[in-house]
């Protein structure tokens, strides 16, 4: 059963970076498309970059255009996030989760969903 295992989060600065990965071992990604979500406390979740099987990157957050990109690579099972200029805003627990169609932001169309990984964006 696909699961993955996201990491990479922590606590930065605003205007800092990070890189979240995106992990399913055992899995071959090569033909799903993998979406990042996230979920600030008392809000819901919302999609944020996803990627597709060839690579097409799809924003689902305009607040991140610009500032967040999203890469994979397929023979490690691995998808990243690179965030860069980090906002307050961006505080949430950062979720991946595969689709096997298409880049959609109805986050109820993937599946193997992780724990996440925390982002807290403070000074």
Known sequence: ??????SGGGLVQPGGSLRLSCTASGFTLDY??????????GKEREGVLCIGSSDWSTYF????KGRFTISR???KSTVYLQMNSLKPEDT??????ADTSH???NSNR??????GTQVTVSS
């Open 92 to 97: 949430a627990i950062y979720y991946c989760a």
């Open 32 to 41: 799903y498309a993998i979406g990042w979500f996230r979920q600030a406390p």
């Open 1 to 6: 059963q696909l699961q993955f295992v996201e």
């Open 61 to 64: 957050a305009d607040s991140v």
């Open 110 to 115: 993937y599946f193997g969903w992780g724990q």
């Open 103 to 105: 880049c959609q932001s």
């Open 73 to 75: 690579n397929n023979a």
